[in-house]
């Protein structure tokens, strides 16, 4: 629709304010899926429409933020993404005829228990959310508040496919200026610009003050749109709910500083309410838009600030890829005590580092049973045996601000080895009432790892300095539709690993098929063997432990076989025969000791 785009050309045009917590605020019950209102309680959200409209905006949103098919489907409502998308326009036409109405989409805030989603199926499901939208007769489109510079570019990639109608890119950047995939505001509306949005801002992240600063560092040109929705500041938590305290004269105070800066769409996120936007509407009226602006040279004061060092000891550490070069490389597992005795464990891990171990790596209370911290067990390789440790890391056990705070910790300390793993959930352990937290999944660790490599947190926030993590991820041959696993590590191997662990392999077959399918993506992988000690093991681990599966004819053996003395060996010579074919394949290989019978491993470890 040229029209919108010709009076922001001509303009400052005024938006509307919060949906979601104005619906709260209005009676909607916390918890519920507020896109259902459009079909449950459409005078509801008319009414905020029409609030929005007679305080002053030329453009309303619609309530479709999260009405995509996966986030319907936390709500049982993944079947009703069309019509949901199609009435939340009809039910805007109707209430406000006079105004712009923006189809609103937001991110697909995929969680671990949403499912593995390709970069192909999240197109599609954009696709059913924009049809919808466009099908139901909006004006614009709104794709907002999208941390992720990648998954935006997809979005607006999907968009250009079906719609000639205007399209706004809304960011949510950090205050600091950096999107959580690491990009800066100026970079991101730059590579947003060339790839066809019309309008570029800000919304969702930030108080008025700190999206002042984000658009003072933008240029703007002849031509250039920018939009920005500010929160009504920080949140605070008080009985259940979130309130925001910046007022309607605060915002209405703030905007001649947002025009002056080159913003043309201004509006309200997060906490506002349509006397917000009534405020700004008596300020906008004398305000005309600024159409060329540039960057003042501000004269830099240098100052040195002291780059973060790893522990000066293990500085040097080697990296397990480079020693891959020019030796054969054995990373055995080894789990740190379910008790306060270490005796056995530093035990193992001396016989293990005798024998050839290249590193012993360590579990994050594998199978959600409770052990010694990992970390803790590192420290105690390193000063009491000398050796490498490679530390597992889950997303089980922390929130997303208590996994990064693990990480800095683990690069202060200069360890450099760590597998990203989801984790098993915590009521399958030996404390079922435990909470698991999933805040990202391996993915998502993997992404945050190797930002942390650039020198910048889940928010973009500089950390001067950068770590130097070896960055490994997990695969599981053991799967039942086995291309889709590969499917998925490719994912894993774009976000940032640097090579790959598997579960074990209790069969030669699998472990050929296993290196035929890793070989030509050219990482390196270490194929997971583990020596089955009796019939009863073997049992257990086929039928209680998630990504394991042993064939049957390997299973019936060890049913025969005379004693546990018996089927230990038989467990040993098809560990041998998993081992040569990944030692021949990738010239390493990952031993996993179990029952920390470390014995079985050195057997292992020798030629």
Not at 347 to 373: F, M, P, Q, W, Y
């Given at each position: 629709?040229?029209d919108?785009?010709e009076?922001?050309?001509?303009?400052?045009?005024l938006?509307?304010?919060?949906?979601?917590?104005?619906?709260?605020?209005?009676?909607?019950?916390?918890?519920?899926?507020?896109?259902?209102?459009n079909?449950t309680?459409?005078e509801?959200?008319?009414?905020?429409?029409?609030?929005?409209?007679e305080?002053?905006?030329?453009?309303?949103?619609?309530?479709?933020?999260?009405a995509?098919?996966?986030?319907?489907?936390?709500f049982g409502?993944?079947?009703?993404?069309?019509e949901?998308?199609?009435?939340?326009?009809?039910?805007?036409?109707?209430?406000?005829?006079?105004?712009f109405?923006?189809g609103s989409?937001?991110?697909?805030?995929?969680?671990?228990?949403?499912?593995?989603?390709s970069?192909?199926?999240?197109?599609?499901i954009?696709?059913?959310?924009i049809?919808?939208l466009?099908?139901?007769?909006?004006?614009v489109?709104?794709?907002?508040?999208?941390?992720?510079?990648?998954?935006?570019?997809?979005?607006?990639?999907?968009?250009?496919?079906?719609a000639?109608i205007?399209?706004?890119?809304?960011?949510?950047v950090?205050?600091?200026?950096?999107l959580?995939?690491?990009?800066t505001?100026p970079?991101?509306?730059?590579?947003?610009?060339?790839?066809?949005?019309n309008v570029?801002?800000?919304n969702?992240?930030?108080g008025?003050q700190?999206c002042?600063?984000?658009?003072?560092?933008?240029?703007?040109g002849?031509g250039?749109?920018?939009?920005?929705?500010?929160n009504?500041?920080?949140?605070?938590?008080?009985?259940?709910?979130?309130n925001?305290?910046?007022?309607a004269?605060?915002?209405a105070?703030?905007?001649?500083?947002?025009?002056?800066?080159?913003?043309?769409?201004?509006?309200?996120?997060?906490?506002?309410?349509?006397?917000?936007?009534a405020?700004?509407?008596a300020?906008?009226?004398?305000?005309?838009?600024?159409?060329v602006?540039?960057?003042?040279?501000?004269?830099?004061?240098?100052?040195?600030?002291?780059?973060?060092r790893?522990?000066?000891?293990f500085?040097?550490?080697?990296?397990?890829l480079?020693?891959?070069?020019?030796?054969?490389v054995?990373?055995?597992?080894?789990?740190s005590?379910?008790?306060?005795a270490?005796?056995?464990?530093?035990?193992g891990?001396?016989a293990?580092k005798?024998?050839?171990?290249?590193?012993?790596?360590?579990?994050?209370?594998?199978?959600a049973?409770?052990?010694?911290?990992?970390?803790?067990?590192?420290?105690h390789?390193?000063?009491?045996?000398?050796?490498?440790p490679?530390?597992?890391?889950?997303?089980r056990?922390?929130?997303?601000?208590?996994?990064?705070?693990e990480?800095?910790?683990?690069g202060?300390l200069?360890?450099?080895h760590?597998?990203?793993?989801?984790?098993?959930?915590?009521?399958?352990?030996?404390?079922p009432?435990?909470?698991?937290?999933?805040d990202?999944?391996s993915l998502?660790?993997?992404?945050?790892?190797?930002?942390m490599?650039?020198?910048?947190?889940?928010?973009g926030r500089?950390?001067k300095?950068?770590?130097?993590?070896?960055?490994?991820?997990?695969?599981?041959?053991?799967?039942l539709?086995?291309?889709?696993q590969?499917?998925?590590?490719?994912?894993?191997l774009?976000?940032?690993?640097?090579?790959?662990?598997?579960?074990?392999?209790?069969?030669?077959?699998?472990?050929?098929?296993?290196?035929?399918?890793?070989?030509?993506?050219?990482i390196?992988v270490?194929?997971?063997?583990?020596?089955?000690?009796?019939s009863?093991?073997?049992?257990?681990?086929?039928?209680?432990?998630?990504?394991?599966?042993?064939a049957?004819?390997?299973?019936?053996?060890?049913r025969?076989a005379?004693d546990?003395?018996?089927?230990?060996?038989?467990?040993?010579?098809?560990?041998r025969?998993?081992r040569?074919?990944?030692?021949?394949?990738?010239?390493?290989?990952y031993?996993?000791?179990p029952?920390?019978?470390?014995?079985v491993?050195?057997d292992?470890?020798?030629p």
């Amino acid at each position: 629709m040229a029209d919108f785009l010709e009076l922001l050309h001509d303009r400052v045009v005024l938006g509307d304010g919060a949906t979601g917590t104005y619906l709260y605020e209005l009676g909607a019950p916390l918890g519920h899926c507020l896109e259902e209102l459009n079909l449950t309680r459409p005078e509801l959200v008319s009414r905020v429409y029409r609030e929005y409209a007679e305080a002053g905006a030329q453009v309303v949103e619609t309530n479709s933020f999260g009405a995509n098919r996966v986030r319907l489907a936390r709500f049982g409502l993944e079947d009703r993404v069309r019509e949901i998308n199609a009435r939340a326009v009809q039910v805007a036409r109707e209430a406000v005829p006079g105004v712009f109405v923006g189809g609103s989409v937001g991110p697909l805030s995929l969680r671990p228990a949403d499912g593995d989603y390709s970069p192909d199926d999240q197109r599609a499901i954009f696709g059913e959310q924009i049809e919808a939208l466009l099908e139901g007769g909006c004006d614009v489109v709104f794709l907002e508040t999208f941390t992720a510079l990648d998954e935006l570019l997809l979005a607006l990639e999907v968009f250009r496919g079906l719609a000639r109608i205007p399209v706004i890119a809304s960011l949510g950047v950090s205050e600091e200026g950096r999107l959580a995939t690491g990009e800066t505001f100026p970079e991101a509306v730059h590579v947003l610009r060339k790839a066809g949005a019309n309008v570029v801002g800000i919304n969702g992240t930030c108080g008025p003050q700190a999206c002042l600063h984000l658009l003072s560092k933008l240029e703007v040109g002849e031509g250039d749109l920018l939009s920005v929705f500010p929160n009504a500041g920080k949140p605070e938590f008080y009985e259940g709910r979130f309130n925001y305290a910046a007022s309607a004269e605060y915002f209405a105070a703030t905007l001649p500083q947002w025009v002056a800066e080159g913003a043309r769409l201004i509006g309200g996120d997060y906490g506002t309410r349509p006397g917000h936007i009534a405020a700004m509407a008596a300020a906008v009226r004398e305000l005309r838009p600024v159409r060329v602006k540039k960057l003042a040279i501000r004269e830099r004061i240098a100052v040195t600030e002291p780059a973060a060092r790893p522990s000066p000891a293990f500085a040097d550490e080697p990296s397990i890829l480079d020693l891959l070069k020019t030796q054969v490389v054995s990373i055995v597992e080894l789990d740190s005590p379910k008790t306060l005795a270490m005796d056995k464990f530093l035990a193992g891990a001396k016989a293990l580092k005798e024998a050839g171990a290249a590193a012993v790596t360590l579990a994050d209370n594998s199978l959600a049973i409770l052990r010694v911290s990992n970390l803790a067990a590192a420290i105690h390789l390193r000063q009491e045996v000398g050796v490498t440790p490679l530390l597992h890391l889950a997303c089980r056990d922390r929130n997303l601000l208590g996994l990064q705070s693990e990480i800095m910790g683990l690069g202060t300390l200069g360890f450099r080895h760590v597998l990203a793993v989801t984790g098993d959930p915590a009521k399958v352990g030996d404390h079922p009432g435990a909470s698991s937290v999933y805040d990202v999944n391996s993915l998502g660790l993997i992404k945050l790892l190797a930002g942390m490599n650039r020198g910048v947190n889940a928010v973009g926030r500089p950390l001067k300095g950068e770590t130097r993590f070896v960055i490994g991820c997990a695969f599981n041959p053991n799967a039942l539709n086995f291309d889709s696993q590969v499917r998925k590590l490719e994912t894993k191997l774009r976000a940032g690993a640097d090579y790959v662990m598997t579960q074990p392999v209790f069969d030669v077959a699998l472990a050929r098929r296993t290196a035929e399918a890793l070989k030509p993506l050219g990482i390196p992988v270490f194929l997971g063997v583990m020596p089955i000690l009796s019939s009863r093991n073997a049992e257990f681990l086929h039928n209680e432990v998630p990504g394991i599966k042993i064939a049957e004819p390997l299973r019936e053996k060890l049913r025969h076989a005379a004693d546990d003395a018996a089927a230990t060996r038989l467990g040993l010579e098809v560990a041998r025969e998993v081992r040569d074919v990944a030692l021949a394949a990738f010239n390493g290989v990952y031993l996993i000791t179990p029952f920390l019978r470390y014995e079985v491993s050195v057997d292992l470890l020798a030629p």
